[in-house]
């Protein structure tokens, strides 16, 4: 089972920036997306961003022009670029690779957004 560890999460204040990074434990095959999701209190897990294997790249809505998703040639690190933060983006944020086979979690790194 492949491992998926997360990385990059923290404080930051309005308006600021973070990278997440998720490195996978090993070449992952078959992939059917790769992205991320996050979980506020209180509220459901949504999607922040994802590649697709039919080559889209999809961003909720509440993120698009702010966030940005990429990965490395291996698809063994996939990164989520994020500026201009606000309040609302605090969560924890998962890293997640869906196979043929399996659907993979990280276990999360919190994103906090506060003055």
């Known amino acids: 089972q492949v491992q998926l560890v997360e990385s990059g999460g923290g404080l930051v204040q309005p308006g600021g920036s973070l990278t997440l990074s998720c490195t996978a434990s090993r070449t992952i095959f078959s992939i059917n997306a790769m992205g991320w999701y996050r979980q506020a209190p209180g509220k459901q897990r949504e999607l922040v961003a994802r590649?697709?294997?039919?080559?889209?790249?999809d961003y909720a809505d509440s993120v698009k022009g702010r966030f940005t998703i990429s990965t490395d040639n291996a698809k063994t690190t996939v990164y989520l670029q994020m500026n201009s933060l606000k309040p609302e983006d605090t969560a924890v944020y998962y890293c997640?690779?869906?196979?043929?086979?399996?659907?993979?979690w990280g276990q999360g790194t919190q994103v906090t957004v506060s003055s």
């Open positions: 997640n690779v869906m196979t043929s086979l399996r659907n993979n």
């Open positions: 590649f697709t294997s039919g080559g889209n790249t």
